[in-house]
């Protein structure tokens, strides 16, 4: 009989409502006309709160800040006794309501206490005088991410050393913004921040508050740019975004005064300096075709790790390179291979954790030409690139660039002939008095510059031509022209032995007893021995 009455008293148990909202305006506050009030309703309690506060009564020339909130803050033009009324309701729509007053001018303040009072002398409970707290506040951007502003109001004190405590809010922030107070990280701690949200202005107000009084302080001028990083030093597809602090108070704050980046505060974090970037280019001893770049030269001031990234800023109308074909491209040291003739520029972009810093070397001109002096046995003559302009002159020939190599000088080559002992039809070549500056080592090609008439000979039967010595059999009299090309790694030299007169001739007195005499060759000439 009495289990239904249990199940309907836990029933009625489980609907109850919670507890009824409790309101709580906070203490009366004492100030001057013009003067920012903190009205404190955070000590209230409600589930879901929805809070109102309203002037009941005092002056009409007043004005309520975030009449919404749990904190609002009351600007009084007028002296006079404000009541100020404070309504909460819970979810349930259930509301209670308390007040508290504003007394605001030395005749409220009599009016209000008797005597001099707050502000005047001692009074109030046999208390001294109250000194007002003194908000000091501050903003900077984060070194981690220029987005994020910071909020510092460690420099605030109290001429008594009271306790203070702390309250961070919104003035203005662009129209587009969707931030609220409630987006303020800490916003009750000497130590906020809050992260912007798109580019405008934001301001923000700091109230500071003792057991009696309080005292604010405003940065309005925090100016956000979310700007495209056209220097990208990541790989991301789409070039990170940066928020950049401006405007008179944020950069004194953030990067020239005593305050984050400027001297000791926030973490005790300097100011960061920008990085800088130096960047040169030269031809490769291996091929001249390939451009070595270097930006080893870049440094850092405060001595952070740096990124790199190099690109083309320019490059032939033929050329078919992307940045991709920049092998090691986010080293200090890169390069590239050039596929035609033109101007090449290349862009280096350095970056610390914070800022970047790019330089550009503009002026990289390759010639690709036919080398008609060839060393090697290819059919058709190795094309060789060469690095030409000013700048690229310079670092590539002129002085010390890529690894400390110096400027390459050519070799010299020094050609002979004579004839053999053995058969004077013979010819030896003799190229083994070539040199190089450099100490480089040689390659050789010996070649026909002129042959007689009836000669059947070709290139091919000079005996050992790519070597110091060589030598060819002449087939018929007449005057023989041959060069010899040397090459070092890079560039080449020729000599010319033009006048080898070979005369073929009937050798009238035998030795051997062939039925046929043999002939004879001699060397003539002014150059043949």
Known sequence: MFRPLLSL?????SCAPGPSPIASAGAEVVGE???????DGSASEAQGARYMWSVLDGPDDAHLIDPHEPVAFLLPEAEGVYTLGLEVCDALGRCEAATTR?????KARKAAFGGPSFGSGPSFGSFGKNQAPQANASASRSFASMSIIRLDGSGSTDPDGDSLRYRWSFTTRPADSALTDA??????????????????????RLVVRDSFTFSSDLVPDIVVKVVQDTDPVDDDTTAPRWGAVEGADARQSAFGGPSFG????????????APQAAASASRSLGAASIIRLDGSGSTDPDGDTLRYRWSFTTKPADSALTDADIQDSTSSLASFKADTSGTYGVRLV????????????PDIVVKFVEDHDPVDDDTTAPRWGAVEGADAR???????SFG????????????????SLGAASIIQLDGSGSTDPDGDTLRYRWSFTTRPADSALTDADIHDSTSALASFKADTSGTYGVRLVVRDGLMSSSDLVPGIVVKIVEDHDPVDETTNAPRWGTVEGADAP
């Not at 008293?9 to 148990?13: A, E, K, N, R, S």
């Not at 110096?406 to 004579?418: E, F, I, L, M």
């Open 262 to 273: 400027g001297g000791p505060s926030f973490g005790g974090v300097g100011k960061n300096q």
């Open 394 to 400: 310079q670092s590539a020939f002129g002085g010390p």
């Open 350 to 361: 350095v970056r610390d954790s914070y800022t970047f810093s790019s330089d550009s070397v």
């Open 33 to 39: 006309p013009g003067q920012t009030f903190l009205l």
């Open 9 to 13: 008293f836990v029933l009625l148990t």
């Open 183 to 204: 987006d303020i990280q800490d916003s009750t701690s000497a130590l906020a921040s809050f992260k912007a949200d798109t580019s405008g202005t934001y301001g923000v």
């Open 404 to 419: 400390g190599v110096g400027k390459n000088q050519a070799p010299q080559a020094t050609a002979s002939a004579s004839r």
């Open 102 to 106: 504003a007394i605001v001018g030395a």
